[in-house]
């Protein structure tokens, strides 16, 4: 079956204690990307990643960290989480279609609470 | 730099219709629409692209206005299932991976 996979799907962690959300997915897609979702701002892009070993900011990268090792994984790095990085944190990937657009497929979310 | 929707939220009676905005300050190489159900992931609905079609799903169908950096999303005889956050996600150059969405617009279906 076709999917992104993210773990852990909860959780709970103290401020400073550094933590890694791992993405990965089955599709052979070469984009990847992680997205922060809080309430009334809708989906910001953190990172994403063209292909192995090359990545790029999105709008909100502060505090976070990615790498593009392998193909299929794209983990997401909060070195010394603090509270304002609590959040609900998506992993998605994508393929270029036709005329050099994509769909992004989305995993299925971790939500992190950072105290 | 995020694409502005319109409406916040709507509510609808099934069988009803609407239509959601989205507008750019820039141009636009593409937009995506995609529904989120409460709880779960974002999915994936259409991709407009410049110059490109309307594009249709089941009874939902999408316009793009190059010129006025718009796109608007077209729910005809709304069904119960269409109740979710709709948010755009605009491309400005491409073949890039990068998306900047909307803020999200609530569509709840009433029977």
């Known amino acids: 079956e076709a999917q992104v996979t993210q773990n852990p799907r909860y959780l709970i962690t103290v401020t400073g204690k550094k933590l890694t959300v791992t993405c990965s997915q089955n599709m052979n897609h070469e984009y990847m990307s992680w997205y922060r979702q809080d309430p009334g701002l809708g989906l910001r892009q953190i990172y994403y990643s063209m292909n192995v070993e090359v990545t790029d900011k999105g709008d909100v990268p502060e505090g976070y960290k990615v790498s593009r090792k392998e193909k299929r994984n794209f983990p997401l790095i909060l070195e010394s989480p603090s509270p304002n990085q609590t959040s609900l944190y998506f992993c998605a990937s994508s393929f270029r279609t036709g005329r050099s657009s994509y769909e992004q497929y989305f995993g299925p979310g971790t939500r992190l609470t950072v105290t | 730099q995020q694409p502005v929707q319109s409406p916040q939220a709507v509510i609808l009676r099934e069988g009803e219709d609407a239509v959601i905005n989205c507008s750019s300050s820039?141009?636009?190489?593409?937009v995506h629409w995609y529904r989120q159900k409460h709880g779960e992931a974002p999915v994936f609905l259409m991709i407009l692209l410049k110059g490109g079609e309307q594009m249709r799903h089941e009874k939902i169908s999408a316009s793009f206005n190059e010129k006025k950096q718009q796109s608007s999303l077209y729910l005809t005889a709304s069904q119960l299932s269409y109740s979710g956050t709709y948010f755009c996600?605009?491309?400005?150059?491409?073949?890039?991976?990068?998306?900047?969405f909307g803020q999200g617009t609530t569509l709840q279906v009433k029977p």
């Open positions: 996600g605009t491309d400005f150059r491409g073949n890039t991976g990068k998306l900047i």
């Open positions: 820039k141009a636009l190489y593409s």
